[in-house]
């Protein structure tokens, strides 16, 4: 399979709280993207970082990238309530190939 | 007008029957893309078009046919599916050259097969 992994599977936080969510995945890559998908309905695009990036910001998103370790993780500091849906990490070869990692199903709670 | 638009929403569909499923983009990119999304698992890519042309196609078995028009516009045409056809068929499209290719997604097509 060309999935990549994501850990946890879920995590439930308080708002204000900051939620961590991790990738790991099993080629090289262009670059990393993550998107948000609320329940049952199509994904946004969040944040990308390319391949010779190590961290990116985005409003209260945070992105990092290890190649060497091909790992990623997404930091969304002070969350709310709307941030609860499920992320999914999507790493791009080349040709347009794009693969989705297995999902954080995340809930903040009011 | 970044937006990708899926039709119909929901189709319910039996295993004898032909259905097609449409996606539209006017957001000029020359790359789109069928999903299958089953519950609580992430998208699997189908196929991709690039340039009105099938590139990608990931061993999709041949009941599922896309269809590329033109450059707004992809089919996925259904014959003879099987109950575990069942899903979520997500649409999206992206620049080709752009160096970033970020996917727009439509809202998708919650398809039943009985």
């Known amino acids: 399979s060309q999935q990549g992994e994501e850990d946890p599977q879920a995590l439930s936080i308080q708002e204000g709280e900051n939620a961590t969510m991790n990738c790991s995945y099993k080629?090289?890559?262009?670059?990393l993207q993550w998107y948000r998908q609320n329940s049952g309905r199509g994904l946004v695009h969040l944040i990308l970082?390319?391949?010779?990036?190590r961290e990116k910001h985005s409003g209260r998103l945070r992105v990092t990238l290890d190649t060497s370790k091909k790992s990623s993780s997404l930091l969304i500091t002070a969350s709310r309530a709307a941030d609860t849906a499920s992320y999914f990490c999507?790493?791009?070869?080349?040709?347009?190939?794009?693969?989705f990692g297995t999902g954080t199903s995340l809930t903040v709670i009011p | 007008d970044t937006e990708v638009t899926q039709t119909p929403k929901h189709l319910v569909m039996g295993m004898t029957n032909k259905k097609s499923l449409k996606c539209e983009q006017h957001?000029?990119?020359?790359?789109m893309y069928w999903y299958k999304q089953k519950a609580k698992k992430p998208p699997e890519l189908m196929f991709v078009?690039?340039?009105?042309?099938?590139?990608i196609n990931e061993s999709v078995p041949s009941r599922f046919s896309p269809e590329c028009p033109n450059s707004s516009l992809l089919n996925l045409h259904l014959h003879a599916l099987q109950p575990e056809d069942s899903a979520l068929y997500l649409c999206?499209?992206?620049?080709?050259?752009?160096?970033?290719?970020?996917?727009?997604f439509g809202p998708g097509t919650r398809l039943t097969v009985t």
């Open positions: 999206a499209s992206s620049q080709v050259t752009s160096g970033t290719y970020e996917q727009y």
């Open positions: 999507a790493t791009h070869r080349t040709g347009n190939q794009f693969y």
């Open positions: 970082i390319r391949s010779n990036e």
């Open positions: 078009y690039s340039y009105e042309k099938l590139s």
């Open positions: 080629t090289s890559i262009n670059n």
């Open positions: 957001m000029g990119h020359r790359a």
